[in-house]
């Protein structure tokens, strides 16, 4: 990679790890690095704390967010994305598909809607496959960029706040490349003024609870 490619894999993997750090109820960062792992640049290596049957609509917005991490990253610190956060995007939107169609998290209500054949990345599903109205489906559509956007304006206030921590992040990976627990607790623990944790503690219960 060239200077300027990296700079933007290691802000794009910070954010990812900045939104998950500071977002309580997210699954926690084990690992971040821009090392490249097959067709990846960089990786963000999550565990969950626990193990998960049933998944909460909060749970889920929460990944959501840290999907969104990264691309939105890229456009708080270079006002210009890239193509790196197509597997980001593509995830987001199925997980976010799968919550209004599935699991009536959303404004459409309680129904469960069939939609044997996806194609999330195009963001519409074939319509041999699903078992509701044309109406419908576009109200599907809306419901889940609304999901989508109100994900993305949340974690753009979120970096925007912490845009300290997602720096230094940042410029640690470019120096390290990988960074494990104790060097993320110490980027990302560092005590900030009482009025920005207040303002991020404000932002990540908003996360939770945006739709």
């Given at each position: 990679m060239d200077a300027l490619e990296r700079r933007t894999v290691a802000f794009h993997e910070a954010g990812h790890a900045t939104?998950?750090?500071?977002?309580?109820?997210?699954?926690?960062?084990?690992k971040v690095t821009i090392v490249p792992h097959?067709?990846?640049?960089?990786?963000?290596e999550q565990l969950p704390a626990i193990e998960r049957h049933n998944l909460s609509r909060v749970y889920l917005q929460t990944r959501i967010a840290v999907m969104l991490g990264g691309r939105t990253a890229e456009e708080v610190v270079f006002g210009e994305v890239t193509t790196g956060a197509e597997h980001d995007l593509v995830e987001a939107t199925k997980l976010a598909r799968q919550m209004v169609t599935r699991w009536g998290m959303s404004e459409l209500g309680l129904a469960a809607f069939r939609a044997d054949e996806q194609q999330p990345?195009?963001?519409?599903e074939i319509a041999q496959g699903r078992d509701y109205s044309e109406a419908t489906a576009a109200r599907v559509d809306?419901?889940?960029?609304q999901i989508?956007?109100?994900?993305?304006?949340?974690?753009g206030a979120l970096l925007t706040a912490s845009s300290d921590r997602l720096h230094a992040l940042a410029e640690a990976l470019l120096r390290d490349e990988t960074l494990e627990i104790n060097a993320l607790k110490a980027i990302l623990d560092a005590p900030l003024s009482p009025a920005t944790d207040q303002r991020l503690a404000s932002l990540t219960t908003m996360i939770g609870r945006a739709i």
């Amino acid at each position: 990679m060239d200077a300027l490619e990296r700079r933007t894999v290691a802000f794009h993997e910070a954010g990812h790890a900045t939104v998950a750090w500071l977002t309580p109820g997210a699954d926690p960062v084990r690992k971040v690095t821009i090392v490249p792992h097959g067709q990846a640049l960089g990786l963000t290596e999550q565990l969950p704390a626990i193990e998960r049957h049933n998944l909460s609509r909060v749970y889920l917005q929460t990944r959501i967010a840290v999907m969104l991490g990264g691309r939105t990253a890229e456009e708080v610190v270079f006002g210009e994305v890239t193509t790196g956060a197509e597997h980001d995007l593509v995830e987001a939107t199925k997980l976010a598909r799968q919550m209004v169609t599935r699991w009536g998290m959303s404004e459409l209500g309680l129904a469960a809607f069939r939609a044997d054949e996806q194609q999330p990345f195009l963001g519409y599903e074939i319509a041999q496959g699903r078992d509701y109205s044309e109406a419908t489906a576009a109200r599907v559509d809306l419901a889940v960029e609304q999901i989508l956007a109100v994900a993305h304006e949340q974690v753009g206030a979120l970096l925007t706040a912490s845009s300290d921590r997602l720096h230094a992040l940042a410029e640690a990976l470019l120096r390290d490349e990988t960074l494990e627990i104790n060097a993320l607790k110490a980027i990302l623990d560092a005590p900030l003024s009482p009025a920005t944790d207040q303002r991020l503690a404000s932002l990540t219960t908003m996360i939770g609870r945006a739709i």
